[in-house]
């Protein structure tokens, strides 16, 4: 793949929503024949200058990054866009075998030899596990298990607040997938007023995840939950799961569309790419490390174990 702003290759990269080389966001095309319309959207509550502060704040508190780093970070291109995400529901049922455990001591007898050379016998308190086989069924509703639609993101995603969805103004609009702009994107509405500004309609990402691999990500962390309430519903000190079944009805799928900014920075010779919550002002994406600071810390931790360890030999 490429940039179709100057052409430079994009190639597989974790973040690659803004072209490191000019700036501009990238909008990839989806691969899937399939094409779904988005259900539901989240407003944009922070503005490109808010995004911009925040994003340059964000640099300049991140550890072990080049001291240039903080006022040196050169913005090349901020750009809103709506990144689509799967949202999933399903009531779950599942039946368990397994194992509880109560920890519990005994008075053990031992043999030892004493100052005199005899054999003495005392008492010592001993811990154990007993164990004892269980069975059992849980159940549980989902709802709102998001998994993102696109896969060029962060490792690790903010937090947007589902409280303010609302459904699409393009309802005649072509579906996400594949698509590139959209003209009548919500407006941008600021934290205070919740008043609309007046900005250029964002772009939407093209989804290219399509929703049956998604929802293996969403039964994944269901799967997460329901061990843990299996876990307490089997109760006692330890639990061992050894079978679990899970069967799952009334399946939702949702697509959503969450605002956020494309920050395209430069440092040094190499381009970054960050993200700016359109909601929250929350930033993520990549930074440079300073291998001077790091060598430094390494170097410190060192001198500190060889003090401890001397120390110890000492006494």
């Given at each position: ?32 024949t ?44 901020v ?5 689509p ?15 509880r ?42 709802d ?54 007046s900005?250029?309609?964002p ?15 969403a ?18 000190s ?18 959503l569309?969450?605002?956020a900014?494309?920050v ?51 006494h």
């Amino acid at each position: 793949a490429s940039c179709g702003a100057c052409g430079e290759a994009v190639g597989e990269k974790a973040f690659a929503l803004c072209c490191t080389s000019c700036g501009a966001a990238l909008v990839g095309e989806s691969d899937l024949t399939e094409s779904v319309r988005p259900d539901v959207v989240l407003p944009f509550a922070v503005d490109e200058d808010a995004a911009r502060a925040g994003f340059l704040r964000w640099v300049a508190h991140r550890r072990f990054a080049p001291s240039s780093l903080r006022g040196g970070a050169q913005v090349r291109a901020v750009e809103g866009v709506f990144l689509p995400f799967w949202v999933f529901g399903a009531a779950t049922y599942s039946t368990y075998d397994g194992r509880r455990g109560e920890h519990r001591t005994q008075q053990v007898s031992r043999t030892r030899t004493g100052a005199n050379g005899q054999i003495e016998t005392y008492m010592e308190t001993e811990s154990y596990t007993h164990w004892r086989r269980v069975s059992g069924a849980v159940s549980r509703v989902f709802d709102g298990v998001v998994v993102p639609a696109c896969s060029p993101l962060p490792d690790k995603l903010p937090r947007w607040p589902l409280a303010g969805l609302c459904p699409p103004p393009w309802a005649e609009a072509s579906a996400v997938a594949g698509s590139r702009d959209v003209q009548d994107a919500p407006q941008y509405v600021p934290q205070d007023s919740r008043a609309a500004v007046s900005a250029p309609a964002p772009r939407v990402i093209a989804y290219d995840v399509d929703p049956g691999s998604a929802f293996s990500q969403a039964t994944a962390r269901m799967s997460t939950q329901i061990e843990e309430d299996v876990r307490l519903d089997i109760g006692g000190s330890a639990q061992q799961v050894n079978d679990l079944s899970t069967t799952y009805e009334d399946e939702s799928c949702t697509l959503l569309l969450l605002p956020a900014w494309l920050v395209s920075y430069q440092h040094g010779t190499r381009g970054w790419s960050a993200l700016v919550n359109g909601a929250t002002g929350e930033v993520v994406g990549h930074r440079p490390y300073s291998s001077t600071k790091i060598s430094l810390l390494v170097a410190a931790l060192v001198l500190a174990a060889a003090v401890v360890t001397l120390l110890v030999i000492g006494h």
